[in-house]
């Protein structure tokens, strides 16, 4: 059936998704039929305080989030917030509700991967069929706090339907072969 999470796709690197590909990659797979959209993303991983409870959190490009993800309930008033906020951030309504944190506050997660601190603010809530705690905020603001621009560890496809799954992941794996 054609429900939103038959239509997404990840493409990471054969190795492993900790490896980094060259965003231009993610333009390349843009130009395949029945592609819809591609984001790139790069995994982050935090923690908030308490240093033992880490956070799933991921960097996306800031295009088209609520395309990509209709099923997570991503408003159209937070998508547009997410694009012009560069610190913007998404956070999972369960984990709004664990740590009390507000839609406008300011949260502050400290690096697993990337041994940075992150000041993200908190624009909009990621509900549905979302992963449980979970937190997408901007690539592009990650880039700027590693200085690796250029890159991500991955990307998120959307297809026109799931009798393209087949041959764009087909596809994918000959252009990149």
């Given amino acids: 059936r054609d429900q939103a999470s038959s239509l997404r796709l990840i493409c990471h690197p054969k190795a492993s998704i900790f490896y980094s590909l060259p965003i231009s990659y993610g333009r390349r797979i843009e130009r395949l039929p029945q ?42 008033a937070a998508a547009e917030q997410f694009r012009s906020v560069r610190s913007a951030a998404l956070v999972e309504k369960g984990l709004l509700r664990r740590f009390g944190w507000t839609v406008g506050r300011e949260v502050t997660l400290h690096g697993i991967i990337y ?45 026109a339907n799931s009798a393209a799954v ?10 990149f072969s």
């Fill in 35 to 76: 592609v819809q959209v591609v984001l790139g993303a790069t995994v982050f991983m935090g923690t908030y305080r308490d240093p033992r409870v880490m956070i799933p959190a991921i960097g996306v490009d800031p295009g088209a989030v609520e395309e990509l993800w209709p099923d997570w309930d991503i408003s159209r």
């Fill in 115 to 159: 041994p940075i601190d992150l000041q993200l603010t908190i624009v909009g809530t990621i509900g549905g069929h979302a992963p449980p705690s979970r937190i997408i905020f901007r690539r592009d603001y990650l880039d700027e706090a590693i200085s690796r621009p250029g890159t991500a560890n991955l990307f998120w496809i959307r297809v």
């Fill in 166 to 175: 087949p041959r764009t992941i087909a596809a994918i794996d000959e252009l």
